[in-house]
């Protein structure tokens, strides 16, 4: 087998893929655990961790490697395989769902998927077996507890989310996730424009499907101490909270493809504001200038010389991203360009729904479990419904006279059809209100005296 | 509601419906602010009936009184309330003061009356912050213990001590302020204001923490007071008791302040009340550093305290409620016998007809606003 | 060569799982063989160009039906089962019986092996594009099979909550 | 393209193994998964014979039959979860008198 017959063979992109992802992920998942804690960090007015490495880079590293040696306890009366292969359940499901997802037009495992989103959500929700098998093979009270809250959140909650994403493809007409992109390209506008109520429902859905604050019911740590994750340790330990991350990047990455554009740059058909394909490479400049305005600042030497090659590895990538701008049309640099700055954009657009993420973690405070089910039945799930019935209706009334519809322009369809979902979501909520709190009855009790 | 607190409920826990399960919460849990163990009778997720059980950081204090003189006794007293471990103090130096029938001196009483303050809003403070972090919000902690901790430089400052202080003597100060001790305390004053408010954004009118606390624990007035219950959860009731109004101590009756009280008595009440309180003991500190009297700062009582034989009662309002100290002399250098009424466990004993028919959630709340200091509650 | 290895590697999966199902004595272990062969049908469905069914079966009998039978085992106890004997009485019989059964039905397939061996199947572009024809078909053709089911379905939900319900 | 003979018999082999498990077990949630069982291999058989023949037909009576299985599991369940809380049992075989 010749060189070229390797390089024409079709398994060889999807496997180097594969391969990125399953060994890339748990690093990438270890940082944003870091950026979370930095974050929320500097929200409460504190530094985060420092020690490891300038401003605790290295930190996911050491966390890391202390997992891996913990000892892996396994409770005396668990269900021992189930509680031995249940974190792998979770992870497997998260990373299978990834491989839809295109980050870039470039890296896709799955191409020619044409069920694309609909595998997305499928395959990572199935990590709930995970879930629920390790809470029930731990035999605690508290994690069957905590997997009974979570499974039941994440099947409501999907209905939801469910909801909204059929909003989004009716405008996309598509399921195949490249068709999805294309389409907003084509379109000149991101769902997001056209569907924002769509969006804000998924958001929300969202942030609990992956039992995320203010809805991490399921690992409220003050209530059931850690959820299905109470009697794990170490490594299984830390294989769901892999899963967590990895299944807090998979939903992002659908609300990108759907609602953000995917890979596409802001403005993407606008040549006039073509300057913006530079701003990758500024931006990664200017973060490799702040490391060597910081470098000099650190305390010990190896530090400074460490905080010197992340400024050189930013500048790299900003060399990178920047070459197959300047390079002239037509050379192999300025064919990698889509891949290239396809693969920035849908990472910084992850990034940004992620930080959305912590920042609503760090501001709210817990629901309570009823009151999330009656926020998720009574509340999203008919806004989403109207969503949808909106968009049906907006897309009928924009599409051309000569296929069916009546043509209207999209600037009046769209607006028109959310305002009318905003106000059916508003007196949802002015409904609500006004029958609010169901009062527990103490009387209840009392037919069935429960002391002695 | 009606009243259905019945003495001596409990959980049975050998009897049990088909659906029904024992949820132990504690000693060792994240929210039973230290080793409270509840037992918790669940129908699903809904509380039928709980027991707390007591005891996991008994340490005898109340024996200890017994075989120490009352000067050696009084350190002991910090390690009840560990967060507010002033007002144990205040109280029982001016218990042991009644006993003797002495009194502090004016300068000592103000001062006594300022550190008393801050330590309240240092408690409150605290409470806040786990409270809130008990619902699940992480954030406002933090902002809490930045607050706390100039409180805590303060207390520093001036006895050098941060938790424990053992800022008083009976009979007075065992130390003179410190020459910027006005200053720090007007400084933080007049920032704590809008602290507060800081708070409050985030919480007041935010509609989860409003969900979560509204309705939840509710208790009328009528069983707060069957039930001796005191305090800001006797306030939020809708009860205007405060010992530093209805039996002034120290130099309350100096100072102008109102009493906060709630209408509901549920959480969001407890939580508003506790609030407002942090907002008036400000301006308690406020109008106490503007008339600090000169003078000693301790009163004559004699290197070794012999009160004469009898028996004292003298309660005040510590940041948790009635701080009690019932003190029997025998007319020897030791208390023949000492009691405490601890605000806490007294309060405590409200959780079980708060917590019927919540959710395992709400327990969670309802201990958080009750705030328990399991030091206290087991001496 | 590669079509046979995928479709005999779901295969023996899905016949090995459904053997575990009703042999297992613990349920929960049954309802994980269970996911298992299910998800080794959609791997079926997926040799068999049904992409939009493949989906289908994870999401909805993975993902929604299996999910609930794991949380109705979970909410029924399990620590008396495992101590009683899980088969019939009279299982030889039953199992005789469905040998029978089975070996009938084994020999009206092996009666039209030929045939069936031999069959040249559809051009697999005739059910291209996938989902859009069983679109076509669920909202055209058979709309009213699909809206009897969308009943089914409610009756069937207002049946399983009133009877899980405590108290209606 | 593997024969369409192969998936008959897969077909076979699950419809006897559920049938197996419906007429052994005594434990009725078993029962209804392997009422599931046996729906599922009804579905390969379907899109086996709506791949031969080209046709998506055999595919949309799959999904009917999944939706068919999922009302079964839902009022099925909900039997059980009446049945346990009265008799505190699962098993079919205790089920004998009609009142109780």
Redesign the interface.
């Known amino acids: 087998m010749d060189l070229n017959a390797i390089l024409h063979w079709p398994y060889l992109v999807p496997i180097i893929c594969a391969l990125v992802i399953v060994l890339v992920l748990p690093l990438v998942a270890g940082y944003i655990v870091l950026v979370e804690r930095k974050v929320m960090a500097d929200m409460q007015v504190r530094l985060g961790p420092m020690r490891v490495g300038p401003h605790g880079l290295l930190q996911p590293i050491a966390d890391a490697v202390k997992l891996l040696l913990k000892e892996d306890i396994i409770p005396e009366s668990a269900d021992r395989w189930i509680f031995w292969g249940a974190p792998l359940i979770s992870v497997t499901a998260a990373m299978l769902a990834l491989s839809a997802v295109p980050i870039g037009p470039a890296f896709l495992i799955a191409p020619g998927l044409n069920i694309g989103i609909l595998f997305i959500l499928g395959v990572g929700a199935l990590g709930i077996f995970g879930i629920v098998l390790g809470g029930w093979a731990s035999n605690s009270h508290y994690s069957l507890l905590g997997a009974l809250r979570s499974a039941a959140q994440l099947v409501s909650y999907e209905t939801s989310a469910g909801m909204a994403v059929v909003g989004a493809l009716l405008l996309a007409g598509t399921l195949s996730t490249t068709a999805i992109i294309d389409r907003q390209a084509q379109d000149g506008v991101w769902f997001i424009f056209a569907a924002p109520v769509g969006f804000f429902i998924y958001l929300v859905a969202s942030i609990a499907e992956t039992n995320r604050a203010p809805f991490d019911m399921p690992e409220a740590e003050s209530e059931l101490v850690a959820g299905y994750m109470t009697e794990y340790s170490g490594f299984r330990w830390a294989l769901y909270f892999l899963a967590e991350y990895t299944n807090m990047i998979v939903v992002a990455s659908i609300a990108t493809i759907l609602f953000l554009g995917g890979g596409l740059r802001p403005f993407s058909g606008t040549a006039q504001l073509d300057f913006l394909d530079y701003l990758p490479a500024a931006l990664m400049l200017g973060i490799g200038g702040y490391c060597f305005y910081r470098a000099p600042k650190q305390p010990v030497g190896v530090q400074k010389g460490f905080m010197g090659v992340v400024g050189l590895l930013c500048f790299g990538l900003a060399a990178l991203l920047a070459l197959p701008v300047i390079a002239p049309a037509g050379s192999i640099l300025a064919a990698m360009e889509p891949g290239l700055h396809g693969a920035f954009w849908f990472l910084a657009k992850v990034a940004t729904y992620l930080y959305v993420f912590m920042w609503l973690r760090f501001t709210f405070p817990r629901y309570r479990f009823d009151q999330l089910m009656r926020l998720g039945w009574q509340f999203l799930l008919p806004v989403a419904m109207a969503n949808v019935i909106g968009i049906a209706v907006a897309v009928a009334l924009h599409r051309p006279i000569a296929n069916g519809g009546l043509g209207w322009p999209w600037w009046v369809a769209f607006p028109l059809t959310t305002a009318l979902t905003i106000l059916v979501a508003w007196y949802l909520v002015w409904v609500g209100e006004k029958e609010e709190p169901t009062e527990i009855k103490v009387g209840e009790e009392e037919e069935t005296p429960v002391n002695a | 509601m009606g009243s259905t607190y019945k003495p001596g409920s409990g959980v049975e826990t050998t009897v049990l419906g088909a659906d029904e399960i024992i949820l132990n919460m504690g000693p060792q849990h994240p929210s039973t602010h230290g080793v409270l163990r509840v037992k918790l009778k669940l129908d699903g997720e809904k509380v039928k009936g709980s027991e707390c059980v007591i005891g996991y950081l008994h340490r005898g204090v109340e024996k200890i009184a017994e075989h120490r003189t009352y000067t050696q006794f009084a350190p002991y007293v910090d390690r009840m309330d560990y967060i507010a471990a002033v007002s144990n103090g205040l109280g029982y130096c001016e218990a042991v003061e009644k006993l003797l029938g002495a009194e502090a001196p004016p300068r000592a009483r103000v001062i006594r009356t300022i550190l008393t303050e801050l330590g309240r809003i240092a408690s409150h403070l605290f409470w806040l912050g786990t409270h809130a972090l008990d619902i699940g919000a992480l954030t406002p902690l933090f902002y809490c213990l930045r607050e706390r901790e100039e409180i805590l430089k303060i207390f520093e400052n001036y006895c050098g001590a941060r938790l424990t202080t053992h800022a008083f003597r009976i009979g007075g100060l065992q130390y003179e302020a410190y020459d910027a001790f006005e200053k720090d305390v007007e400084r933080f004053c007049n920032d704590f204001d809008r602290r507060v408010d800081e708070y409050e954004t985030l919480l007041t009118e935010n509609r989860i923490w409003v969900g979560r606390t509204k309705g939840i624990g509710v208790i009328s007035a009528k069983d707060a007071i069957a039930m001796g219950v005191t305090g800001p959860v006797l306030r939020a009731s809708g009860v205007e008791w405060d010992l530093r109004k209805a039996m002034p101590y120290a130099a309350y009756d100096q100072f102008e302040f109102s009493i906060p009280t709630g209408k509901n008595g549920d959480t969001y009440d407890r939580y508003l009340v506790r609030m407002e309180e942090m907002r008036q003991s400000r301006n308690i500190c406020l109008q106490a550093i503007e008339k600090i009297p000169t003078g000693p700062i301790l009163g004559k009582v004699g290197k070794v305290l012999k009160p004469p034989p009898g028996e004292v009662y003298h309660g005040i309002e510590a940041p948790k409620g009635e701080l009690g100290y019932y003190i029997v002399s025998d007319g020897t250098t030791q208390p023949y016998r000492v009691r405490i009424r601890p605000p806490s466990l007294i309060n405590l004993e409200a959780l079980d007809q708060m917590v019927r028919g919540h959710l395992v959630a709400d327990v969670v709340a309802i201990i958080g606003t009750l705030d328990i200091v399991l030091g206290e509650v087991d001496r | 060569m590669l ?2 290895v995928i ?1 005999y590697f779901f ?1 023996a999966l ?2 090995a799982a ?2 575990m ?2 042999t297992r004595r ?7 063989f ?2 298992t ?2 998800l080794a ?1 959609a791997g ?2 997926l ?31 399990l620590d ?2 495992l101590h ?5 009485r009279r ?1 030889y019989v ?2 005789l ?3 029978v ?2 070996a009938q ?2 020999a009206a ?1 092996a009666v039209s ?1 030929q045939s ?2 031999t ?1 040249p ?3 697999a572009s ?2 291209e ?3 859009e ?2 679109a076509w ?2 909202f055209h ?2 709309v009213l ?1 699909f809206e009897l ?1 969308s009943v ?2 409610l ?3 207002v ?6 319900k ?1 108290r209606i | 393209m593997v024969p369409i003979g192969h998936y008959l018999f897969l077909s076979l082999a699950l419809f006897s193994i559920g049938i197996v498990g419906v007429v052994t077990r005594r434990n009725v949630i078993i029962i209804l998964m392997s009422i599931e069982l046996i729906l599922n291999a009804v579905n390969i058989n379907l899109v086996a014979f709506s791949r031969l023949v080209g046709s998506v037909e055999g595919q949309i009576f799959a999904i009917f039959i999944i939706t068919d299985a999922a009302a079964e599991a839902a009022v099925g369940l909900g039997i059980i979860i009446a049945f346990f809380r009265n008799r505190e049992t699962v098993l079919a075989d205790e089920m004998d008198i009609l009142k109780w």
């Open positions: 079509d046979l479709f295969a899905a016949v459904a053997v199902v009703v613990n349920v929960v272990h049954s309802a994980i269970l996911a062969a299910l049908t079926i469905f040799t068999l160009h049904a992409e939009f069914l493949f989906i289908v079966q994870i999401i909805l009998y993975t993902g929604g039906i299996m999910v609930l039978y794991v949380f109705v085992i979970m909410l029924v106890n008396v089962a009683q004997v899980s088969f019939n299982w039953a199992l019986l469905t040998a059964l089975g039905a084994f397939i092996r069936l061996y069959l199947p559809a051009p005739a059910l594009p996938n989902t024809q069983i078909g669920l053709t058979y099979p089911a089914l379905l009756v069937a939900m049946g399983g909550v009133v009877m899980a405590k």
